[in-house]
Structure formats: C-alpha cells, structure tokens
C-alpha cells in the first residue's frame, strides 16, 4: 500500500480537457458598436449575453485605460447609446436583468435562441420599437412588456406560450402582432384595444372561436387564422374596416361566414367542412378578388356567384362539385379556376385540362345554345381567311379571340370588325407568331389583358405601349429578353414567362412596381437581385423552378411579401430540398437566418 494517502479526488485527464469559455466580443465590433449604436451578434455561439454589451455605454472601454490622447476617430467619451442589439440564432437561455442598462434600444432581437423565460427589466426599455422573440421555448410573457408603449412589432411564433397576458392592450402603437405557432386555446379581451393593428398572425394553435372584441380592430389589414379549431366565425368580423387578406384554412367550419367587409380582397378558407355555398354569403364579398374553398365538401355553385365581378383566382379542388352553372363563364376578371378533385359530369376531361381560358369560353357557348328569335342578327361572320369572328364574343364580351390558328399572322378583317369595340381581352396563343401584330395598338386604350403564349416570338418591343395591360401571358416562346419600354406598364399586376429563353431575370420588371405575380419558370435564369425584389411591395407570388440559380441569396429572405415562392428543379445546394418542401414561409425563415452579420 501507498505510504501517501490521497486526500482529494484527482482528475487523470484533467490536463487533456479543453476549457469551454465564453465566445468573447471583438474589441473592434464594441468599438464600432458605440459609433453606430447598433450591435450584430448573431449566430456567435454565446450562450450568455457578455457584460461587455450590457455595460458598453456605462464603462470606460479597454483600450482606453491605456491611452493618454485620442484622435478625433477615437473620443469614446462621444460615443452613440446602442439603439439596435441582434442576438439571433444563438444559444441563449436565458437574458439578464442587466439589459435596462441599454435604455435606448430600438429594436431588440432575440429570435432562434432557447430563451424559456424574461427578465421583469425588459419593462424599462420604453424606447423599444421592435422586440423579436420567436423560435424560443418561451412559456409566458411577463406582464411589465406590455407597458411598452413605444412598441410597434412584437413577434412570438414558434414558442410554448399558452396564454397572454390580460395587459397585453395596453400596447396601443402595436401594429404587428405575431403569436402563431403556439399552444394558445383563448385570446384575452383586451385584444380589441390594440386599435393600432394591422396584421394579427394567430395560426397554428389551439383556439376554438375568436373573442369578440376582435371586430374593434378596425385598422387590421391581415388576419391568419389558419389551423386552429375554429367552428364558427362571428358576422360582425365584417365590421373590420380595413380587412383586406383573411386566412381561415384547416379549421372545422362548416358554413361561410357572411362578411360583407368593404375591402377583402383575399380570403383563403380551404380545408374546412363547408356543404354549401349560399347567394347571400356570395354576395357580400363584393370586392373579392381571390376566393380559396378548396377541400371542403361543397357540392354545387349558385348562379350569384357571377356577382363576384373582381373574382380573378377561384380554387375549388378537392370538393364534391358535379355541375357548374354556364353563368360562371361571365365573370369578366376570372383568370384562374381550379377544379381538380371533383366528380364533375358533362364536361370531357380534356377540357379541363386545356386551361382556364378554354373552360370559361365553354361554359360561355353554352349560355350561346339558348334558341335565338329568327330575325336575330348572325354572330359569327366568315372572313376570306376561314377565320370565324365571334361578334358576340367582341361585342358583349369585348374578347378578341383568334387562338389555335396555328397561322403566322392575324388577318386585318379581324381588326376591321372589332373596330368599334372597347376590346379588354385579347387571345392571340397557339399560332406561329414570330412578332405582335401591329395592329393591336389600336386597342391600347382598352385591352387589359393579353395571351401570346405558344407562339414564336423572340421580341416584344410594341407591348411598352399597352398602358392599360395588367395581365400578359407569354409562356412558351423564344425570348430572351423584355424592352425597357415595359416599365411603364404602371398597371401591370401579372406576367408568365414560362418556357422561354431568358438566362436572367429581365432587369424591367424590377421597375415595375404594380407586379403581383411572376411566372419565370423553366427558363435559364441564373441570378435575381433580391434588393431589387424587394422594391416591389405587392409582390406576392414569384416562380423560378427549374432554372440555372446556383445559389440563392440569403436577402431574398426578406420579401416578406411573397406568399407563393417556387425554386424547385434548380441547381443549389441550400436551402436543401427538405426546407423547400416544407413551402414558403420556411424558406423564406431560413433564408433570413442565413444573412451574413
């Protein structure tokens, strides 16, 4: 036995071990950071917030102890207050009392961390203006935030809250509030005080009715109530003045509210369990521009629904619809009408297939099958061409129809007998066109809405002069490129672009700032400048599948306008297939996270 007794417990690797420390702040970033006022430390690894940053406007910096004389660049005693600190994607757990040593904060974010709870001091930053909490383990929100009166944008998805707290109307300048992605059953009553708000995000929780003090929110413009348990929607929802985009998916309604709200443009109610569809509740949406009831169990349409005059998107996959009424044929904006799903009868499959247009110009001549008077006049005149005019087509309709001709030019008598017509629409697709035809800027003052798809053209100069177009169909040509004319098409709101032969995105339509909807697939497109993107504040949906886009930049993230982005079928590495799958939002999520520091 050892004559050496072994009084402590020795650890034999302890020699071989790393210390785990703290990643510390550069020196430099603290010393810009007091220039500036603002601090990016995201993405850092910190597992704890240095007293270096609580403190960087209290103490006296480092390299300061050891100077005698500063230059002009180097009087830290002028320095800025910090008014923006970035704390994402680290590995937070927990934020300190100390963070009241910063009141001048502006904007304090937090997201993608594992925070579990909040200091009481957050309370005293009654500077803050944005305050971002999401994909944390958060279980609560204390009270003393909601005495931040300054604060415009809180956002709270992805956490564990269960509930919020009663104080939460207090913050009367809030109007951005996000909570979705939670484990909330109830919503407290003083939400209707927030009377400043103007996109409430609630999806993804457990609520199963709205309170009613929702229809005081008179300034909300967006409201997503998807994937809850919602059973019925109250009708004084309709008082919400301002309501312009209403999300109501993957609930458990089995009627359509009544809401004759004076501005819903869009309301996205697919994945429920409504039956029917009653002319009162059509008829109330006056301005509906976009209508999604696919998924439900409706079996058959009103003839009202032709009151719905703006109606451009009506999706009714998935539902048990076997007739549609002729009527349907005349609503004069509809640009798209999905029926995939249904158990539809006297209508060939075919048909359906073709498109929207030839659906509608259908339903069309059947209204046309009606038994006309014998002294009626012809609508249909025969040119020298064996071309057909439909003149109820260009008199009733204002439609210029000359589509699967398969001819390389359109006859003059065409134009000659829509002369005196205000022609809106214009379809020119499925012929051998090599240019536009000249004679179509005689409709410049009128026509809304073009189909040149499934042609040959490789130029487009004259179209810059259709001031009036807002949809253009181009699909299927060979273009590579769009005249800088184009940008004054201030009207435009929709372009498709598919299956040509552009190797970048055409630089013209970053300047036309009405855009809604870019269709650019199947091209050859390497790049997109995401700045530029983001000019166009009502873009909405952009599609880029299989292109040549290698990489895709982090910025493009921040089109937080987009609700439909596709990327499928290019050539990059990131974001994996796994994250475009899961849709938009969560790339568009990732893509923010990746933005450099």
Not at 83 to 107: E, R, V
Not at 170 to 192: A, I, K, W
Not at 228 to 254: D, F, G, V, W
Not at 459 to 465: E, K, P
């Amino acid at each position: 036995m050892s004559r050496f007794k072994r009084t402590d417990k020795v650890d034999s690797l302890a020699g071989f071990r790393k210390e785990t420390t703290q990643p510390t702040i550069p020196q430099g970033l603290l010393k810009g950071a007091r220039k500036s006022g603002q601090l990016n430390l995201s993405g850092r690894g910190l597992t704890e917030v240095p007293q270096s940053v609580y403190r960087l406007n209290t103490d006296t910096p480092e390299e300061a102890k050891n100077n005698v004389s500063f230059g002009a660049e180097d009087r830290w005693w002028e320095q800025t207050d910090l008014t923006k600190l970035l704390l994402s994607s680290n590995q937070l757990t927990y934020l300190s009392d100390d963070i009241k040593l910063l009141p001048a904060l502006t904007t304090l974010d937090l997201h993608d961390n594992k925070l579990n709870s909040l200091p009481a001091s957050l309370g005293e930053l009654q500077e803050l203006q944005q305050l971002r909490l999401s994909h944390n383990q958060l279980r609560s929100l204390p009270v003393e935030v909601c005495t931040l009166r300054n604060l415009w944008s809180l956002t709270l998805q992805q956490n564990m809250l269960e509930n919020l707290p009663e104080e939460l109307g207090q913050m009367g300048n809030l109007t951005e509030l996000d909570v979705s992605n939670n484990q909330l059953s109830v919503l407290p009553s003083s939400l209707g005080h927030l009377t400043c708000l103007q996109k409430l995000h609630l999806q993804h929780n457990k609520l199963s009715c709205l309170p009613e003090s929702l229809v005081q929110l008179t300034g909300v413009k967006v409201l997503d109530c998807s994937n809850n348990q919602i059973t019925n929607i109250p009708s004084s929802l309709s008082k919400m003045k301002a309501l312009e985009q209403l999300y109501l998916r993957h609930n458990k309604i089995h009627c359509l509210p009544q809401l004759p709200a004076p501005s819903l443009k869009e309301f996205y109610i697919g994945n429920n369990q409504i039956e029917q569809l009653e002319s009162e509740q059509l008829s109330s949406l006056s301005v509906i521009s976009v209508l999604e009831l696919r998924d439900n169990k409706i079996k058959s349409l009103p003839d009202q629904i032709t009151a719905l005059h703006s109606l451009s998107r009506l999706d009714l996959t998935n539902n048990d619809i076997s007739t549609l009424p002729a009527s349907l044929g005349l609503l004069p904006n509809l640009k798209a009408l999905l029926l995939e799903g249904n158990p539809l009868r006297g209508i060939r499959r075919d048909l359906l297939t073709k498109g929207t247009n030839e659906l509608l110009k259908y339903l069309r001549g059947r209204i046309k099958e009606e038994p006309e008077s014998g002294d009626s006049e012809p609508c249909a005149m025969t040119l020298p061409s064996h071309a057909r005019v439909n003149m109820h087509n260009i008199k009733t309709l204002k439609v210029l129809d000359y589509s699967q001709k398969q001819a390389v030019s359109v006859p003059d008598e065409l134009f000659d007998a829509a002369a005196e017509s205000n022609v809106t629409t214009v379809n020119f697709s499925k012929n051998q066109l090599t240019s536009i035809p000249s004679r179509l800027l005689e409709f410049k003052s009128s026509v809304s809405e073009i189909n040149l798809g499934f042609n040959r053209l490789t130029s487009c100069s004259d179209i810059g002069s259709l001031l009036q177009l807002e949809f253009i169909d181009l699909r299927n040509n060979q273009l590579s490129d769009l005249p800088s004319e184009m940008k004054n098409l201030s009207k435009l709101r929709c372009i498709t672009l598919n299956y040509n032969r552009f190797k970048s995105f055409p630089q013209v339509l970053y300047e036309i700032v009405s855009l809604e909807t870019v269709l650019l697939g199947n091209n050859q497109v390497g790049a997109v400048d995401p700045a530029l993107l983001q000019k166009l504040v009502h873009l909405s949906t952009l599609d880029l599948s299989n292109n040549d886009l290698l990489n895709i930049p982090p910025e493009l993230g921040l089109c937080t306008g987009l609700r439909c982005l596709s990327l499928e079928g290019n050539p990059f590495r990131t974001p994996r297939a796994a994250i475009v799958a899961k849709g938009t939002d969560a790339v568009l999520e990732y893509l923010r996270g990746r933005i450099p520091t």
